[in-house]
Structure formats: C-alpha cells, structure tokens
C-alpha cells in the first residue's frame, strides 16, 4: 500500500544550523510529494510540494527534491531560526482506480530552534 | 481571507454525548475532508466528500458520520462519544480532488472524552 515514513523527532538545532529531516515513501504509480508545517495551536500549513521526478520545491528557505529512485523527499534547510519550531509532516497524494487523491501523511517531526 | 473555519475549537464532552463539529470554507472549493490527529500518528483521514450531497469513508470512519448538505459546509457527527475519540480534530478543503493540488487547513477543533 502507499505510506510514509519519516525521521522521528523531536530534533532540537541550534539557530542557524543546517536542518534535514528525512522522508521515503511507498506508493504504488506516481505520487505527488508535500511537506506541511503546524505551527504551535495552528492548522498545518503547505510549506511546499513537488509533483513529479526531479522537481525541487522550496519555500522560505526551506527546499526538498523528489528522488524517485530513492523514493525519497528529504526536506533541507540550511540555516534554521527560532520562528522554524513547528512539526513538519511528510505527505503523498496519489490517484489511482477510485481515489480521490487523498493525503497520506508521515507521522510528523517536531522541531526545536534554540537561540 | 477566512479560509477554513472549524467550530467549536475546543469541547469536553462525557462518554455517550452527542455532538457535531462544523467546518466552513469560503474558497468554493469542491473537496473537503475530516482527520483526525493523535500523538504519534500523524494525521488520518476520517470521512470526506468530492462534492455537495456527497460523503465517502476514509481510514478510520468508525463511531463518526458526515454530512455535506451545502458546498460550504462540512459537518462531522459523533453519535455516542467514545474516551478513544479524543483527539485533535482537522477539516481541509481543495478546489479538486487532483493529487498536485493542496490542501488548505483550518485550526483543529480539540475534543475531550471523559
């Protein structure tokens, strides 16, 4: 089935270190990647995306490549900052027979920004 | 710019009481979806709908039902409140149901079980 994994957390970096979480996924066909970030007491917000092989999406600093041979979308950044903190969830949205591409999403990956 | 509105945001309840929590949203979007968030679980997919008039089941539907009677609104139901429905509950919406598009959030409405 399609799923994903990514690292556990919770991460805690100082500011203006440089930042990976990772994430793989299983899918069957040809999903398209996002990563969405939940600020404290929020709703979880599209950080950015990547739709086929190769694409890079980035947002804010932060950027993530969609590896099809690795299946892997490891999300970067390369110096953090305090206002960073937040969970960060890998997601796959895929389409196939009666899905209505639906969101599968990682288990989530909190991070601490200290000053 | 409202987005998605969920109410209430926040609801303690005793096991057996019924409730219903709505989600709004004003982007004329065609899809709206109900997860649900645990610790450690990421999110997972309760109910959605492709359209006005229109529900289907998503991962864990159980004890939960939806109904979609305008565009705008998005209803989840709990009939008879369970301790293991409590959670952090999350309505999204997007413009179709196409697998490059986003989905939009609201704020989570957190829902106790005594």
């Known amino acids: 089935g399609n799923s994903v994994t990514q690292m556990e957390g919770p991460v805690t970096l100082s500011e203006e270190a440089f930042l990976t979480i990772n994430c793989t996924y299983t899918?069957?066909?040809?999903?398209?990647l996002f990563w969405y970030v939940q600020y404290p007491g929020e709703g979880l917000q599209l950080l950015l995306k990547?739709?086929?092989?190769?694409d890079k999406g980035s947002n804010k600093g932060f950027e993530a490549t969609y590896r099809k041979e690795t299946t892997s979308f490891h999300l970067e950044k390369g110096s953090v900052q305090v206002s960073d903190s937040a969970v960060y969830f890998c997601?796959?949205?895929?389409?196939?027979?009666?899905?209505?591409?639906?969101?599968?999403f990682g288990k989530g990956t909190k991070l601490s920004v200290k000053p | 710019n409202a987005g998605v509105t969920q109410t209430p945001k926040f609801r303690v309840l005793k096991t057996g009481q019924s409730m219903t929590l709505l989600c709004a949203q004003d982007?004329?979007?065609?899809?709206m979806y109900w997860y649900r968030q645990d610790p450690g679980m990421g999110l997972r997919l309760i109910h959605y709908?492709?359209?006005?008039?229109?529900?289907a089941k998503g991962e864990v539907p159980d004890g939960y039902n939806v109904s979609r009677l305008k565009k705008q609104n998005f209803l989840l139901g709990l009939e008879s409140a369970a301790p293991s429905q409590t959670s952090v509950y999350f309505c999204?919406?997007?413009?179709?149901?196409?697998?490059?598009?986003?989905?939009?959030f609201g704020d989570g409405t957190r829902l106790s079980i005594l």
């Open positions: 709908s492709v359209g006005e008039g229109t529900t």
């Open positions: 990547a739709t086929k092989a190769d």
């Open positions: 997601a796959l949205s895929i389409r196939y027979g009666g899905s209505q591409g639906n969101l599968i």
């Open positions: 999204a919406s997007s413009l179709l149901g196409q697998p490059n598009q986003p989905q939009h």
């Open positions: 982007m004329n979007h065609e899809y």
């Open positions: 899918a069957t066909g040809y999903p398209s």
